[in-house]
């Protein structure tokens, strides 16, 4: 049984968006709608959302949560990198993304995010296009696989695991989630801690490949900043630390040109949270503000 969905600091997300009646806002990863659902109860009863993910089946849940909304909500397939372009004019209040896998995405066994059951080994959000992760298994040589483990998982017994990979696929195709978890637990060894599967990080490593989660983000949120109306505001919801490098980087930048940092620290999930969501644990929120115009 999956575990219930909660969007993730809500409250803090909220507040840090400053949502008003009447405001216009984008949620570039609506996901099942939790966040974009507070989001238009808080900005009624005329404000708008514009709400996009590149998971089909995230977007039908999602409509199906706003539905009560009416045409105060607006959701369209697509990435958010390709937010800007698809704004147009238009000239948010506030823009929130949240980098995470969804509770939809991790609680489908078919859809090869996680090793606690078995699944097709996909981890696509976006299954319309794309390589998949047993694609990339199959077929990748081991130092590149052995990189991409160290660089994307930060994972230190990457090029034991490449290596344990290679030989398993020459005998039989890695098709499922918990074969591949079988060979890099074997491969990984006794771990210094005792709370994080060994296969953790070398899942982690392989999504991030597939989605190119990396890729573009730090000019994505540059061009999503630039779309913001004067005080407006992005927030952004990382879950490990390679995204909030990028983030916080980011928006240092930008603090410089015209923004203003709401976030000196990473924004993190009280106990109570972590308790009643233990997938919050690893969450940092950061945001800025665009300046007021003069």
Known sequence: MGQKHEPVLLEEALELLAVRPGGAYVDGTVGMGGHAA?????SGPDGRLTGTDRDAEALVRAGETLTSFGDRVRLLHADYRELPA?????RPD??????????LQLDSPDRGFSFRSEGALDMRMDRSRGETAAQAVNRMPEKALADLIHRWGEEPASRRIARAIVEARRKNRIETTT??????RRAAG???WRSVDPATLTFQALRIHVNRELDGLAPALEELAGTLAPGGRLVVIAFHSLEDREVKRTFRSLS???FRLLTRKPVR?????RARNPRSRSACLRAIAREEAA
């Open 94 to 103: 506030g823009i929130l993304i949240d980098l995470g896998v969804s509770s």
């Open 269 to 273: 999930p009280g106990a109570a949270e």
């Open 190 to 192: 006794r771990r210094r």
């Open 256 to 258: 410089a040109r015209g």
């Open 179 to 184: 074969t591949l978890a079988g060979i890099v």
């Open 86 to 90: 698809r704004l147009g004019d238009e």
């Open 38 to 42: 507070e989001i238009l109860r808080r």
